[in-house]
């Protein structure tokens, strides 16, 4: 722990950790050792981790990366943090993020952008750590902490782990209580872990979920023991290669990796099918209609009298004045948007026409998944994102939608509730990571593992 807060306090420039806690973190790594020279020592005990800001977490402030929560240190801890800590982990402090989870490069956040470890060989611009969870992806590449926490609507654990070279899982739907994360899209939000390597990540995911009776979505199912079942042993698994995935433009050096990939799978006893997940092009407008939606609903609550900020008014203004000021001045300018998009898509004009097609588009997603692990498929293998980390500062604000692109091969999985883990594969031509994803069947994140464990 010690060692971590040293690294945390040398690493100001990359941005990862928004929020320092050294005081619970040395308390936490003290009851630990206490803990651990009792004999009684559960499995994150003394481990220092990082939490993403999206966490609450009691008493310290947990604001999102969104301007409207300045201030905001909740009276309450969230389910996977207080399991984590119930496990021995020791909080380092709170992680950088895409401000309310929404972006997919870090840059909504209110503190800045969180900075990749990692740099283009012969080049020192500074690149993204990928987004939403971008400051824990950077916090453990850089080795600041051992472990981090993430959190995955449409990637945001995924796409991040594969642009720093770690390793990061989002379970199923309903595997991690909700309770305490601060809602982007309800439907689709689930916490996981981002680790440095798979055993980590099983480890990691087994403190953290479980049935927790007050988040309704939660599942009431015993959780496995997960790093048990790394064996490596996959022969006569069926690895699907999803045809669709294929997109034009995909850069040659994706297309080697995901090939490699399945090459080592195939080595390692398991067999490669071709498969087809013919709805997937629908995939990510569906998604921007969806966690818009939801978003919009989720974030009326920030209305300046319930938490954190309020804009100051002026005398004759009212209620309306104080929630339009407050907004106005608490969101940037990704939530304004996701905010209106979804106002739209709800209205009374426009709900069947997009809010529910987008609905029903995502049954079509479901059962895409649904035929083919029916045929047998034991897990799906996809690249995890189309390029290796981009520039900081080279996508804008100008046309969002070439950053919502990112999100191409991870969204899939969350609209049809599946778990998949990025793993990191490989090095670009310029020495940066990339990352390949498998997408396993509801519930069986440990055969997920053991299959992602002969891939690392
Ligand atoms: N990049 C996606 C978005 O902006 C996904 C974010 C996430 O998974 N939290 O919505």
Redesign the pocket.
């Known amino acids: 722990t010690e060692a971590c807060l040293k690294a945390i306090d040398s690493a100001d420039a990359l941005n990862a950790f928004v929020h320092k806690t050294p005081e619970i973190a040395l308390e936490r790594a003290k009851a630990a050792d206490a803990r651990i020279q009792a004999g009684d020592a559960p499995a994150m005990c003394g481990l220092p981790i990082g939490i993403k800001d999206l966490f609450c977490t009691k008493g310290v402030d947990s604001q999102a990366a969104s301007g409207i929560l300045e201030g905001f240190k909740p009276e309450y801890e969230s389910t996977v943090s207080q399991q984590l800590q119930d496990s021995g982990a020791v909080m380092l402090g709170k992680l950088n993020m895409?401000e309310f989870?929404?972006?997919?490069s870090n840059e909504t956040s209110v503190y800045g952008n969180a900075v990749s470890p990692w740099r283009r060989e012969g080049d020192d611009a500074p690149l993204t750590p990928g987004?939403?969870s971008g400051g824990s992806a950077a916090a453990v590449a850089a080795d600041l902490c051992l472990a981090a926490t993430g959190?995955?609507?449409?990637?945001?654990i995924r796409q991040p782990a594969a642009f720093t070279g770690i390793t990061g899982i989002k379970p199923t739907y309903g595997r991690c209580s909700r309770w305490g994360v601060v809602a982007?899209a309800s439907s689709l939000d689930q916490a996981g872990p981002m680790t440095k390597s798979v055993r980590d990540a099983a480890m990691m995911l087994e403190a953290m979920c479980g049935h927790d009776p007050k988040d309704s979505t939660s599942a009431d199912l015993a959780v496995p023991n997960f790093e048990a079942m790394l064996t490596g042993d996959i022969k006569g698994k069926k690895i699907g290669i999803p045809r669709e995935y294929r997109m034009d433009g995909m850069p040659a050096e994706i297309e080697k990796l995901w090939s490699e990939g399945a090459e080592m799978l195939r080595a390692a006893g398991a067999e490669i099918v071709d498969i087809s997940l013919p709805h997937t092009k629908y995939a990510l407008p569906a998604y921007y209609v969806i966690?818009p939606a939801e978003a919009s609903s989720n974030l009326a609550r920030y209305d300046g009298v319930r938490y954190g900020q309020r804009a100051t008014l002026e005398a004759g203004d009212g209620i309306t004045e104080m929630y339009e000021k407050t907004r106005a001045a608490g969101f940037g300018h990704e939530v304004q948007r996701r905010v209106m998009v979804g106002t739209y898509v709800l209205s009374a004009g426009f709900y069947d026409a997009y809010y529910n097609r987008a609905r029903k588009v995502r049954t079509l997603i479901k059962k895409d998944f649904e035929d083919v692990f029916a045929q047998g498929i034991d897990a799906i293998l996809t690249p995890a994102t189309p390029s290796a980390a981009f520039g900081l500062g080279e996508m804008t604000d100008a046309d969002p939608v070439q950053m919502?692109l990112?999100?191409v091969f991870t969204v899939t999985v969350n609209l049809a509730g599946l778990p998949g883990v990025s793993v990191p594969t490989g090095l670009d031509s310029k020495g940066l990571p990339l990352g390949l994803q498998l997408i396993g069947r509801p519930w069986e994140e440990g055969d997920l593992l053991n299959t992602a464990y002969a891939l690392e």
């Open positions: 895409d989870a929404m972006g997919s987004g939403s959190t995955d609507t449409g990637g945001s982007f966690a919502y990112n999100d």
